[in-house]
């Protein structure tokens, strides 16, 4: 599952992993909140600004609250929010852009379907 607010970035990652993985992908910090429960995606790729009221903290935090098991990794812009970002549990933080590490993240952690 990716949650960021560019719906160019979450069409891109759908695009990129569609042939390899089962993609979940939502624009909204509160519809990632509904579908998470609903969906239980065996990997978590989290933009930490969203749009609206739930942020990426707010769902990194539910995330390893209720579904520790269930890997997050972060993407932020800027570099101040890495240290907060793994104190909270995130199992990575990547800057952006990151596309290939992200890549390279995300086949290390999950077998394609």
Same mark, same amino acid.
């Given at each position: ?22 993609? =979940? ?7 990632? #909140?509904?579908?998470?429960?609903? $969906?239980? +995606?065996?990997?978590? %790729? ?7 009221? =739930? ?7 539910? #995330?390893?609250?209720?579904?520790? $098991?269930? +890997?997050?990794?972060? %993407? ?24 290939? +590490? ?12």
């Amino acid at each position: 599952m990716i949650v960021d607010d560019e719906p160019k970035i979450t069409e891109a990652f759908v695009e990129a992993f569609e042939d390899e993985y089962i993609v =979940i992908a939502t624009n909204s910090g509160e519809d990632a #909140m509904r579908m998470i429960p609903d $969906n239980l +995606p065996e990997l978590l %790729v989290l933009d930490w600004r969203l749009r609206g009221e =739930i942020q990426g903290k707010d769902i990194l935090v539910f #995330m390893k609250q209720k579904y520790p $098991n269930i +890997p997050v990794y972060v %993407v932020t812009a800027s570099s101040h929010f890495v240290k907060e970002i793994k104190s909270l549990g995130a199992d990575d933080c990547l800057l952006k852009p990151c596309p290939e +590490p992200l890549s390279e993240k995300i086949r290390q952690t999950l077998p394609p379907c």
